[in-house]
């Protein structure tokens, strides 16, 4: 069995997608549907994924959790919701109501877009997590590097909530220089309430030249902070696409584990995530 714990889908012609800008990302710049990604996923051995939102507007999660209703392939939904509204639990209750709602697993915003390094621990933000925490819900954390330390703040403030670093923190890897941003998820793995997807990896590297061995330094550093039963794969597709197709990306996760216990594999692979999510 192979979870992939992160994709999107999405349909330009129902709202836009309006991080996707600027000539290298011109290729997502269509319509993704689950009817394509499906064979693919089979093809792969996958046998069920976690749908994640892509935009922070309510009307996007009702249609996940309707989607996950209708496709078995979905077994489960990180939604979004404003985390600073008062009535936020309220908001997450409703959202379990509706068609689907029992797919709704976790919560995610897009602070890699927030100007404030700290805003994961403004009061207001804390007030909105401990809310997931209340609902049985886990917090995925979509980040930049220099964002990480407020991640560890907020997971050490709120031990019950599990927290899951998306793409592992969007290390460097272009670039090769892999400090700060290892001590930085060293310290947030230090926290046992956390834990992180090998996801969104190929698009950190050069998306023309990149070969495994441009990964292997910052998944070595996830699996010895994480260890493998705190890591799931995730594909991140359709935005892998941008550097190597579904079936590369599962490839290049064997490869990267290939030195693990059958055991520990099988956690990345999908123990982890089907424990996480509660598949």
Known sequence: MIVDAHHHVWDLSVRDQDWISGPELRPLRRNFTLAELAPQARAAGVDRTVLVQTVTVPEETPEFLALAEAHELVGAVVGWTDLTRPDVADELARLRELTGGRYLKGIRHQVQGESDPQWLFRSDVR???????DAGLVYDLVVLPHQLPACAEAAAWLPGLTFVL????????????????????????????????????????????????????YTDVALEAFGPHRLMFGSDWPVCTLAA??????????????????????????G?????YRL
């Open 127 to 133: 007030r909105g997590l401990a809310a997931v925490a």
């Open 245 to 270: 197709g579904y079936g590369e990306v599962l490839i290049v996760a064997g490869e990267l584990t290939a030195e693990l216990s059958e055991p520990e594999r099988a956690a990345v692979l999908s």
């Open 272 to 276: 982890t995530a089907t424990r996480v």
């Open 166 to 217: 998306d793409h592992l923190g969007k290390p460097p890897i272009a670039s090769g220089e892999p400090e700060p941003w290892a001590t930085a998820v060293r310290t947030l793995a230090a926290l046992p309430n956390t834990v992180a997807k090998l996801s969104g990896l190929v698009t950190e590297a050069d998306h023309a030249s990149w070969a495994v061995g441009d990964l292997r330094p």
